[in-house]
């Protein structure tokens, strides 16, 4: 088996590779380490399977086509633009990496028959009920990110109905783990974690009572490998959510354990927030046999751990 993983050298990217290598699959990565890094890389060197990172642009189709000169079974991909903030400040590149560069993988996709894992996000979707998010749920493009992202899905299935190319699209939810950048790059808990190992207080933007359903990263890359090997997920929208969320100010809490160090501030972009983020795993479950396995103290506790004795 041959796969191409796009963004291969980013957080949830990374972990992805490590499930693959591990089922002992050959792996290619293409990143142009915008967000992403050649160390995350490093400790699959060794590892016969590996077949290398590819430094270059998913907007520039000249590279895309490049790379497929190699016959993949499946492409995973997981490059985007994703930083919600910098999609506001900066539409264009978001337009550029996340439609353009998903249309030039697709286009190269189906010249060579190659099954396309498209990793969305549970960020395009409206604010949940108390049912939580299915994937019939309705959705809203918020920010130019999840609006961006939703037009590659859409694409995507447009491959997938069109031309008969098999494409699944994955929605997970806000995944957190190690490898995840502790800047605004990064996600809230590995920022949270990061501030209070260094002693400063968690900063809240808002009020603090927007919710997440907050994935495990390993958990996460399981998922995705799954669907790339599923008989059953051609044509299919499939969500990864743990079914439990948690308002960033309970997050907070429990990562530093001290309501004195949590500290309100503006928030950047309310009118992007999506107040209650609630998914479900039935279908993945029912379709993949997968679900969620780390429960999120656990999952915290690993983060903390990472940060602490491998992060720099
Ligand atoms: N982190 C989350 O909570 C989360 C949740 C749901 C979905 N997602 C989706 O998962 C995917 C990966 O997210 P992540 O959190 O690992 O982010 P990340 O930034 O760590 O990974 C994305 C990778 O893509 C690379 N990249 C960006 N633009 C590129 C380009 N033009 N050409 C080639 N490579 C490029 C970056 O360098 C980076 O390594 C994204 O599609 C994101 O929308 C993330």
């Not at 996460?220 to 969320?245: L, P, Y």
Request: charged share 20%.
């Amino acid at each position: 088996m041959n796969v191409l993983v796009t963004g291969g050298a980013g957080f949830i990217g990374r972990w992805v590779v490590k499930k693959l290598l591990s089922e002992n699959v050959n792996v290619w990565v293409l990143d142009n380490l915008s967000n992403g890094s050649e160390q995350n890389l490093v400790e699959f060197d060794q590892i016969n399977n590996y077949q290398g990172l590819t430094i270059g642009d998913i907007s520039d189709i000249s590279c895309v086509e490049r790379v497929f000169k190699t016959q993949f079974d499946v492409c995973i991909h997981t490059a985007a633009q994703i930083n919600v903030q910098e999609s506001l400040d900066n539409p264009h590149k978001s337009f550029r990496v996340n439609m353009v560069g998903t249309y030039n993988v697709l286009s190269c996709a189906l010249k060579s028959k190659t099954k396309v894992i498209l990793i969305g996000t549970c960020m395009v979707y409206d604010m949940a009920t108390s049912d939580g998010i299915s994937e019939l749920s309705s959705v809203k493009p918020a920010s130019p990110y999840s609006g961006s992202k939703l037009a590659a899905e859409e694409l995507a299935l447009s491959y997938y109905y069109g031309f008969g190319l098999p494409v699944t699209v994955l929605r997970p939810f806000n995944t957190y783990g190690p490898f995840q950048k502790t800047n605004m790059e990064g996600g809230v808990v590995s920022i949270f974690v990061q501030n209070h190992i260094a002693g400063e207080n968690l900063k809240v933007f808002g009020d603090g009572t927007q919710t997440r359903d907050l994935l495990y990263v390993e958990d996460c890359a399981e998922f995705i490998v799954r669907a790339a090997f599923s008989e059953n997920s051609a044509g299919e929208v499939i969500n990864a959510g743990t079914g439990r969320d948690i308002s960033i100010n309970d997050l907070a809490l429990l990562i530093c354990r001290d309501l004195n160090r949590i500290e309100h501030v503006k928030h950047h972009h309310p009118q992007s927030e999506i107040q209650k983020l609630l998914g479900s795993f039935s279908k993945a479950q029912k379709l993949l046999g997968w679900k969620p396995k780390t429960p999120l103290e656990e999952g915290i506790a690993k983060t903390e751990q990472w940060i602490k004795t491998d992060y720099s």
